[in-house]
């Protein structure tokens, strides 16, 4: 039976929550901020995603390279976005963010859950993945953080 990993990061973000929901949502922008987002490709990439809207992302996580589709399942408007992967080898992923008001900044949440496609690998993801994901979760959350606060970025993406 494969057991789903729930990894959690929090960060306030000294800028107004429509600026953040912009930046995150927008798939062409995950390398500036995620050091496990290579590359993202498609039609849609370089806009928030909407519902049903679709990206390629090339990735490095916990060592493996590899690339995934992703999905916008949820979208409400500097308040929740969700995306799932599409997934040809097995396995799954969803990814939450969540966007609450917090004086003149905002508290972003993201919650990255999935499950590893077969128990070797649910094995390993016990023994060290977890651990190597949830590092990369935190850098990119910190790495989030500082970007949104650089001012010079804000400049360049409206």
Same mark, same amino acid.
């Given at each position: 039976?494969?057991?789903d990993?729930?990894?959690?990061?929090?960060a306030?973000?000294?800028r107004p929550?429509?600026?953040? +929901?912009?930046?995150?949502?927008?798939? %062409?922008?995950?390398?500036?901020?995620?050091?496990?987002s290579?590359?993202?490709?498609?039609d %849609?990439?370089?806009?928030s995603?909407?519902v049903g809207?679709?990206?390629t992302?090339?990735?490095?996580? %916990? @060592?493996?390279h590899?690339e995934?589709?992703?999905i916008c399942?949820?979208?409400?408007?500097?308040?929740r976005?969700?995306i799932? %992967?599409?997934?040809?080898? @097995?396995?799954s992923?969803?990814?939450? +963010?969540? #966007?609450a008001t917090?004086?003149?900044?905002t508290?972003?949440t $993201?919650t #990255?859950?999935? $499950?590893?496609?077969? #128990?070797?690998l649910?094995?390993?993801?016990v023994?060290?993945?977890?651990?190597?994901?949830?590092?990369?979760? /935190? /850098?990119a959350?910190?790495?989030?953080?500082?970007?949104?606060?650089?001012s010079?970025?804000?400049?360049?993406? /409206?």
């Amino acid at each position: 039976m494969a057991l789903d990993s729930c990894i959690r990061t929090e960060a306030t973000i000294e800028r107004p929550v429509a600026d953040v +929901y912009g930046y995150v949502t927008t798939p %062409a922008n995950w390398p500036q901020w995620h050091p496990s987002s290579v590359r993202v490709t498609g039609d %849609a990439a370089g806009h928030s995603l909407g519902v049903g809207e679709q990206c390629t992302e090339e990735f490095v996580v %916990a @060592g493996h390279h590899d690339e995934t589709g992703w999905i916008c399942r949820e979208r409400v408007a500097e308040k929740r976005w969700v995306i799932e %992967a599409i997934s040809e080898r @097995g396995g799954s992923g969803t990814i939450t +963010y969540d #966007f609450a008001t917090a004086g003149d900044g905002t508290q972003f949440t $993201r919650t #990255f859950r999935y $499950r590893m496609p077969n #128990f070797g690998l649910e094995i390993l993801n016990v023994l060290v993945i977890r651990r190597r994901i949830a590092a990369e979760s /935190r /850098r990119a959350t910190e790495t989030l953080k500082r970007v949104l606060e650089d001012s010079k970025t804000l400049v360049e993406q /409206r």
